[in-house]
């Protein structure tokens, strides 16, 4: 449904996104994601037709953005990270016109506006000025704006972004109702969020994809050993050197003691099954076992070690 092919674009001299593609299906929710300045408006921009690329391309429901600019405004919600709106008019006088210049126009019209006002939240604010509206009101205006015209494609900037948490779980369960319907691209820094709405994400640090995949195939795509935890009562000595034995594990380190029982850190290779092997290692060191369990990473440390790492070279992105 829309497909991204080697996008560059330079401002003045300097790249601020280079051979950036990915695909996202009909249906699906993506997950655009990467660290501030990382090029994700950029990317937006160029693919809503807002902004040509310097080179490569973009097609939105098979068509190319840059041939045909018009057509593919019309099948795309857009909501800019600006979110930009008209403050002296009102919501639903702005919604109105926004639905007609997509070629909305009279009962169909009202109809589309009375549906977005309702699915977004505004119907108590509908008459009032945009510019008297609190900076979440103005979020979900924005939001409306993107879904008057029932587009088939919404490319969402941080649309999230400034509302409170009880908005943001609104707002999230709206476009989670839209899934399989629309096409989405969704920009956030809010990772749980991602976990919750998205199907696959595109990671982009410094103008690059950094990583295209699943979420869950993201914890794979870090190249670190597995961390367990064991604590056991017995002798320190006799069971480090039963848990260092155990196949597939590489480091084990004795993290303290209390009471008679010890704490060791144990390094493994990543994705190897030890635990069975780990537990029976205490017994064999006649000790007995109090806790054993894996560490697992959270999606903001897989995210912080996809974007710390040094700027990859062409080629060597991790596509999964
Ligand atoms: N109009 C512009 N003129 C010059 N440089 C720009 C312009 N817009 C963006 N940039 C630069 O391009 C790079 C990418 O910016 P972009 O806004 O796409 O990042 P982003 O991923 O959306 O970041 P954020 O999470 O902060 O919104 C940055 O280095 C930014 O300074
Ligand atoms: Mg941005």
Known sequence: MIRVEGLTKFYGSVPAIEDISFRVERGEILGFLGPNGAGKSTTMRILTGFMPPTSGSAWVADMNVAERPLEVKRSIGYM?????????????????YMVSLKGVAGAARRDAVARVVGSCGLESVASRLIGHLSKGYRQRVGLAQSLVSDPPVLI????????????????????RSLKGSRTIILS???????????????????GRVAFEGALDSLATSVKEDDVLRVSAIGSAEALQGRLSAVPGVRQVRRTGASNGEVHFEVRAERGREVRPALAAAVPA?????????????????L??????????????????
């Open 80 to 96: 800019p990270e600006s979110n930009p709106l008209y403050l002296d008019m009102t919501v639903t006088a702005y919604l109105g």
């Open 303 to 320: 995210f912080v070690r996809i974007v710390s790492g040094e700027r990859k070279h062409e080629g060597e992105a991790a596509h999964v």
């Open 285 to 301: 060191a006649s000790g007995q076992l109090t806790e054993l369990r894996r560490e697992r990473l959270t999606l903001e440390d």
């Open 188 to 206: 956030t820094h809010i990772l749980p969020e991602v976990s919750l709405v998205c199907d696959r994400v595109v990671v982009i640090h410094q």
């Open 156 to 175: 969402l900037d941080e649309p999230t972004s400034g509302l409170d948490p009880a908005q943001i779980i609104e707002i999230r369960n709206l476009i």
